[in-house]
């Protein structure tokens, strides 16, 4: 299937510090969707990007999709505890009814 | 504004038993509506999906099997669970539009 490669598996941050997690793909990508999920709980819908070159900011998250659409980054400024969890980005088909998530990147933050 | 609900949140489940969990959404109609399957410390698979009553597509052949008895009302369901099949089941509801997938509270299943 077309899968989205996501690095790193892990980061380990201290507070404050930046993080970036990347999401790759072999094929050009209609569009890519980030997702958080807290440790024990569900993942929540963050954003989707859908031009190519396309930059959005949430406060201190920044999205961007690559000018190709084969990739996708998500950075976050000045890291917090509450930043802990898993980040997925995913691919939505053309048709739309199907989402393929990526492995996800687990970020722990160390107060 | 749309809901989503899913039960059990946990349930510990012998090798052999029969399975049913339960998913319903509120505040939307004809959703297109999603099961995936998380093993710890893992991504997401997607095992079925639907986009309207009675229609289920299958992603993995596999020891499950979904129905959609109402709009918006899916279903889970084994004959016969594996220790295999432990893990953290999650619903969703999408437009399969513009937004995201909106995920249920999920269920922790653990086979013994």
């Known amino acids: 299937g077309q899968q989205v490669m996501q690095i790193p598996q892990y980061q380990h941050v201290q507070e404050g510090e930046d993080f970036t997690t990347y999401c790759n793909s072999s094929t050009t990508l209609s569009n890519i969707q980030w997702y958080k999920q807290r440790p024990g709980g569900h993942p929540v819908f963050l954003i989707q990007?859908?031009?190519?070159?396309e930059v959005k900011k949430q406060k201190r998250l920044t999205f961007q999709f690559g000018e190709a659409k084969k990739n996708s980054s998500l950075h976050i400024t000045a890291t917090q505890t509450t930043d802990v969890g898993t980040y997925f980005c995913a691919r939505r088909n053309t048709g739309g009814f199907k989402t393929i998530f990526g492995a996800g990147t687990r970020l722990f933050v160390k107060a | 504004s749309q809901t989503i609900h899913q039960w059990p949140a946990t349930l510990v489940q012998p090798v052999g038993s029969p399975l049913s969990l339960e998913c319903t959404v509120e505040?939307?109609?004809?959703?297109?509506l999603y099961w995936y399957r998380q093993a710890a410390g893992r991504g997401l698979q997607l095992l079925f999906y639907?986009?309207?009553?009675?229609?289920i597509s299958s992603e993995v052949p596999q020891n499950l099997s979904a129905s959609r008895p109402q709009d918006r009302q899916f279903i889970l369901s084994s004959k016969k669970l594996l220790l295999s099949d432990s893990g953290f089941y999650l619903c969703?509801?999408?437009?399969?539009?513009?937004?995201?997938?909106?995920f249920g509270s999920g269920t922790r299943l653990t086979v013994v």
């Open positions: 505040g939307t109609s004809n959703p297109n």
């Open positions: 639907s986009v309207g009553i009675g229609q």
């Open positions: 990007l859908v031009k190519s070159g």
């Open positions: 969703a509801w999408g437009d399969g539009r513009t937004y995201g997938y909106t």
